[in-house]
């Protein structure tokens, strides 16, 4: 057996053993007892496997690749102080990736598998989706052709309804509370549910697969953005029937999993053809930026907005200002729009174009801002960045104080976080400065998340056709 299938079997059982432990008495699990050793065996045997997977990645030629994967990633990490992580946090943290990332997601795709079956409308609707995004199975999709697929997101949310991976939160009544009537006949599956004019007529909290507050899964988007990619490869290349019995779930397993839900999967046939001619591939720019602490030249990753055009006429005569692009992320989000942004600025003739993180910004490494003048020309600063429940990001806690006085305000994240915009706009109250607070673009509404790009796009239009016009200096923020 593969060293990884035994993984995962040996997760399997050490994550089940784990839920009935949380239902004894706590003195039984320090007995003297074979299930309890067995568990300490599981246990012990599935660090050593992470262990020694690490090891072989440390002596392997591209350990020093962070972009090779997840595991590259942290093993090259470090702070500002130049520190990493330990190899027992590195360990602790695969392993909870595979706990909080593997069956959840797996049976989220086999209980919409199933419900597809069952619903051959239903599946028709994604189906014709798939074709007209332009997917297919002998290659992974882009971000744009993942962000047509609106109904199947709807598909999604409606599986996680009925069968959430987690079949309990761990929450209290304030007060004695009769929980309401949510959703009419709630056994039947309805992706309509979940559509845009139905979900403003709910509250946001009606719907917690993956919990909410501080301790809402931090997964969630790539979730959904995962399973998306995998359910569209699959439906295009094959057929999924199942013709048994109703599928239930076992209750003494940790997560909601269908019990005995044995497929039928058949070659596709029946895949419906385009009836659509707008075309989801993106246009790609690369480019070359400066970064704002290295002389040399990086490469940006393709810019996957689409090519903005303006008219040439507006930018005739014009000698563009140094432009610069500061990030704020944790999960490469926010960088990615920050540097395809930069790629994007780099085809309308900017003199300079700089891209770093905001707290390494050269404002704050001098510790003050020069004024333009004849000899130093304005500066356009376009900043995008990430909040983690209201707060800055490590690689902005020294820009979160500093005050900002012409802004626009675009939210690009979930919009079912409460502490949505948190960051930094608690430093653009009216009381928050002794300076005048101008709106430079009126804020935009928040887009859902597979309308990022979409969005990002029609923001910078915006943006360049007003910076063509006027130098003044600017921030714009992508929260």
């Known amino acids: ?57 440390k002596n392997e030629p591209e350990a020093g690749d962070e972009d090779e994967d997840l595991l590259g990633f942290m093993l090259n990490a470090r702070d500002e102080h130049d520190l990493g992580l330990s190899d027992e946090n590195i360990r602790c943290q695969v392993v909870a990736f595979l706990i909080a990332a593997h069956d959840t997601t797996a049976n989220t795709l086999a209980w919409a598998l199933y419900e597809l079956s069952q619903n051959p409308k239903v599946e028709a609707k994604v189906l014709q989706e798939i074709a ?13 052709q993942i962000s047509e697929l609106k109904y199947m997101h709807q598909v999604f949310k409606e599986t996680l309804r009925k069968y959430p991976p987690l079949r309990q939160l761990g929450e209290y009544c304030k007060k004695d509370c009769i929980v309401p009537e949510v959703y009419p006949d709630p056994e039947r599956f309805d992706p309509d549910r979940f559509s845009p004019e139905e979900e403003q007529r709910r509250s946001r909290f009606a719907w917690l697969p993956f919990s909410t507050g501080p301790r809402s899964c931090i997964g969630m988007a790539f979730a959904l953005q995962e399973a998306k990619i995998v359910l569209a490869m699959l439906l295009h290349r094959y057929k999924f029937r199942y013709d048994g019995p109703p ?11 269908p019990k005995d839900f044995l497929v039928n999967i058949l070659p596709r046939t029946d895949m419906p053809q385009s009836n659509t001619t707008t075309s989801s591939t993106p246009t790609t720019t690369t480019t070359t930026t400066t970064n704002a602490h290295d002389s040399s030249s990086s490469t940006l990753r393709p810019a996957a907005i689409p090519k903005v055009d303006i008219d040439p006429s507006r930018t005739a005569g014009i000698k563009f200002p ?3 692009f500061l990030y704020g992320s944790q999960t490469g989000t ?49 900043i995008s960045t990430a909040t983690y429940n209201g707060q800055p990001l490590d690689c902005a806690e020294r820009f979160s ?19 949505l915009e948190r960051f930094p706009q608690q430093h653009l109250e009216p ?3 002794s300076l005048p607070l101008q709106t430079w673009l009126p804020k935009a509404s928040p887009p859902a998340i597979n309308e990022l790009q979409t969005t990002s796009c029609s923001i910078f239009n915006t943006f360049m056709m007003i910076a063509t016009d006027s130098f003044t200096h600017l921030h714009l923020h992508c929260l």
């Open 132 to 144: 007209n995004a332009g997917i297919t199975h002998d290659e992974i999709p882009t971000v744009a």
């Open 322 to 324: 140094p432009i610069t």
């Open 431 to 433: 009381n928050s400065t």
């Open 247 to 257: 599928v239930d779930f076992d209750p003494q397993m940790a997560t909601i999993k």
């Open 1 to 57: 057996m593969h060293p990884r299938i035994y993984l995962l079997r040996l997760w399997g059982y050490c994550l089940n053993h784990a839920v009935e432990r949380t239902r004894q008495l706590g003195f039984i699990k320090h007995l003297p007892l074979e299930r309890n050793r067995q568990f300490d065996r599981s246990v012990k045997l599935m660090n050593d496997i992470v262990d020694q997977v690490i090891k072989e990645r």
């Open 401 to 419: 104080a500093f005050v900002i006085v012409f802004l626009t305000l675009c939210t690009a994240s979930n919009t079912s976080f409460n502490s």
């Open 334 to 382: 926010a960088q990615d729009y920050a540097a395809q942004l930069a790629s994007q600025a780099r085809g309308f003739d900017f003199d300079k174009v700089t891209f770093c993180e905001m707290d390494k910004w050269n404002v704050l490494e001098t510790g003050k801002y020069n004024p333009p003048s004849s000899s130093a020309p304005q500066e356009l600063v376009v």
